[in-house]
Nanobody, 130 residues
């Protein structure tokens, strides 16, 4: 059974940094696309970063240059380093995993491999104050 647990959220002032972790159990990273998503109150869920089995790391424009996704295969842990945080980064952050596209983060049709049917963590709150 795949199980994902996020940690590292909290409250920080604008310009600060946080590092989120996502501990995975029940499977190994090989063969999975891993991603970070967030959802702010009243807004749709947004994909912000992903990493595929080849090490490709697409980012949303809203976080490019400020956030870095990485993974430690030995620890089966996914990370999201968030720097220069802004109030608009306030949201619940989720990690997700999917192997339906062989470890790619996009399907042959160009859509995200991670969907509502993928494996999801419970989320961790990030609050950035101005």
């Amino acid at each position: 059974q795949v199980h994902l647990v996020e940690s590292g959220g909290g409250s920080v002032q604008a310009g600060g940094s946080l590092r989120l972790s996502c501990a995975a159990s029940g499977y190994t990273f090989s063969g999975y696309c891993m991603g970070w998503f967030r959802q702010a109150p009243g807004k749709k869920r947004e994909g912000i970063a992903a990493i595929d089995i080849y090490g490709n790391t697409p980012y949303a424009d809203s976080v490019k240059g400020r956030f870095t996704i990485s993974q430690d295969n030995a620890k089966n842990t996914l990370y999201l380093q968030m720097n220069n945080l802004k109030p608009e980064d306030t949201a619940i952050y989720y990690c997700a995993a999917d192997d339906s596209s062989g470890g790619h983060c996009y399907t042959g049709a160009g859509t995200s491999a991670i969907t509502d049917s993928s494996y999801w963590g419970q989320g961790t709150q990030v609050t950035v104050s101005s």
